[in-house]
């Protein structure tokens, strides 16, 4: 059974960085491309970032580019989120899934997604 685990959110002031992580277990991460989304209050959940298998390929939202860092560390079997100058506007619940899928794809749409994990909340104060 596969299961994916976030860790590394808090609360931080605008300003800070942060780096998420999400580990998979049950299966190697390298059967999987990732990917990123976020949940703020009242909204919809959205894409964030995505990476394919192999790491060669990334996406990014309008929002997070310039600003977040997408990667994968196959042999850990985790992949990354790190985040710059936050804003107030990225406090949100955020979340990682798993998408089983051709090596170079990057998967950008949730429903195409088959695993997700819980979620680390992440909060910024201005």
């Known amino acids: 059974q596969v299961q994916l685990v976030e860790s590394g959110g808090g609360l931080v002031q605008a300003g800070h960085s942060l780096r998420l992580s999400c580990v998979i277990s049950?299966?190697?991460?390298?059967?999987?491309?990732m990917g990123w989304f976020r949940q703020a209050p009242g909204k919809e959940r959205e894409v964030v970032a995505a990476?394919?298998?192999?790491?060669?390929?990334?996406y990014y939202s309008d929002s997070a580019r310039g600003r977040f860092t997408i990667s994968r560390d196959n042999a850990k079997d985790t992949v990354y989120l790190q985040i710059y100058n936050l804003k107030p506007e990225d406090t949100a619940l955020y979340y990682c899934?798993?998408?089983?899928?051709?090596?170079?794809?990057?998967?950008?749409?949730?429903?195409?997604?088959?695993?997700w994990g819980q979620g680390t909340q992440v909060t910024v104060s201005s």
């Open positions: 049950g299966r190697t991460l390298s059967n999987y491309a």
């Open positions: 899934a798993a998408d089983v899928t051709s090596l170079a794809r990057v998967t950008i749409s949730e429903p195409d997604y088959d695993y």
């Open positions: 990476i394919s298998r192999s790491g060669g390929n990334t």
